[in-house]
């Protein structure tokens, strides 16, 4: 099952093989916080939220999905299985 996430609408993902780069995640999200103001894009993350989903070791919250101590080889992950859940891109017909 998909659900659909509205047009103009910004998602975050990323990964942490180590789990050990605590300050890297929150940079990232503001990063792509300021380039969603830039382009007009909704966009809820902060460096809060990717903390709150570092501790509490969950994958998805809001517009952030993040796979923590997941080795870059492994597709199978919480956070990336999550975006294709929420996110419409790439349609159905090309998954």
């Known amino acids: 099952m998909t659900v659909k996430r509205p047009p ?3 998602l975050f993902y990323s990964r942490d093989s180590g789990g050990e780069h605590e300050m890297t995640p929150g940079e990232y999200v503001l990063w792509a ?10 966009f809820d993350g902060t ?7 570092i501790r ?7 517009d952030l999905f993040f796979d923590n101590r ?8 919480r956070g990336l299985s999550s975006v294709w859940i929420y996110s419409p891109w790439p349609p159905p017909s090309v998954r």
């Open 33 to 42: 916080a300021r380039e969603a103001r830039k382009y007009g894009v909704i």
């Open 56 to 62: 509490s070791n969950e994958s998805h919250l809001g």
């Open 47 to 53: 460096p809060a939220r990717i903390e709150q989903l």
């Open 8 to 10: 103009g609408r910004g």
């Open 70 to 77: 997941i080795a870059g080889n492994l597709l199978a992950r």
